[in-house]
């Protein structure tokens, strides 16, 4: 066609009009329209001009003091060559073609799609969070269904870096890597959205807008958890605090005993923590919490911290006996915890716990000689006159 030129420029075909004055934008990466025999791609964009230049004037100072020459764009002497320089001949000029990905933000109102363009630049990443974060603001936020197809979108390409960081990371270790030279360890572009990126730039920043409603905010992150666990991608433990302490925030109680109850929120020990905190605001978050670290079944320890800390001595000790660690534990805590208690009783039948431990451990129910001289003398030496009272 008389009067067109093209240049490709961050991956995309620029076409450009000089009877027009415009040029439009190809990316023949995304999906366009297939008969079967051709594939037909739309313009990603309304047909836009060039950005106007103005050329400095060069010579003595007198003469610089004059007013910029205007440079003439879609001039017939341009001569193009690939992939992005333009060459005025007229006027004695090279420039290099580029594209200004922010502006493109407002010109493409399908979020979809937007995210389809901007996934396949090189300088995205700050681009991609801002439309995430302009999306979910403002008395025109975008609707669940949209906000879901972004997150897909970004959690793909996630999806498809941590595979290929798996599969080389096997092959490595199956000494591939030195037999092979083909196999190189995967590039990590801007299109790598990951779960820190998401809540540093843009979920957290969500839970702090008081004027969104909770609700939303709530959908929000949980459409993220949903997509994150689609695409099989473990959640951050971040995450889930993150919702737990929005809900918190906000007095949903009963929404949060759900999610945990139906365990929509994936079990860790910093989560059960973040429970037991919350006890004084919620006090079933005491149990959820506990339901919770005998659920990861690598948390023994600190079920049974949790329990003393409660002056539950008896709970924690047949806790033990129930996972066959009561052989083992330290009993000078117990009888200090049960100390604690000022309930003579409790401490009668820890202590007499103990030695029938002592008596089928090692045929003896004393204690050995070193174990009421603890490191602090004067506490456990109440402890021992407190022992002495069964004796």
Known sequence: MKGLTAVVCLGITVCSFSALQTSVIFDIKLRGEFDGTVTFHHPVLPARSIQPYQIPVAGPAPVTSQSPVPCKLYSSSWIVF????????SQGYLWNLQVKLQPIVNLLPDKGRLMDFLLQRKECKMVILAVCSQMLSGSDRAALPVVATVFDKLNQEYKRYLDAEQSYAVAAEAGQSRCSPLLRRPVRTQAVIDQSD??????????????????????VLMEYIRSLNQFQVPVQ???????????????LFY????????????DSKPLACLLLSLESFYPPAHQLSLDMLKRLSTAND??????LSK??????????RGVGGHDS????????AAKQTEDRML????????????????????????????????????LKSHARFYI
Request: glycine content about 2%; charged content about 20%; aromatic content about 12%.
């Open 329 to 336: 534990v330290s009993a000078r805590k117990f009888l200090d």
């Open 237 to 251: 433990h971040y995450l889930h605090e993150l919702v737990i302490k929005t809900l918190v925030q906000h007095n």
């Open 198 to 219: 998401m809540y540093t730039h843009v979920l957290s920043a969500l839970t702090e807008k008081k004027e969104t409603p909770p609700k939303f905010v709530i959908a």
């Open 311 to 320: 002056h539950q001595v008896l709970a924690a000790l047949r806790f033990l």
């Open 82 to 89: 690939q992939p992005d320089i333009i060459i005025s001949a």
């Open 347 to 382: 401490f009668y039948t820890i202590f007499r716990f103990f030695e029938q431990r002592n008596q089928r451990l090692r045929g003896n129910p004393s204690f050995t000689p070193g174990f009421w001289r603890p490191c602090s003398h004067e506490a456990y030496d109440a």
């Open 302 to 307: 600190e079920i049974v911290e949790v329990l």
């Open 255 to 266: 929404t949060l005993h759900q999610l945990l109850q139906y365990h929509v929120l994936s």
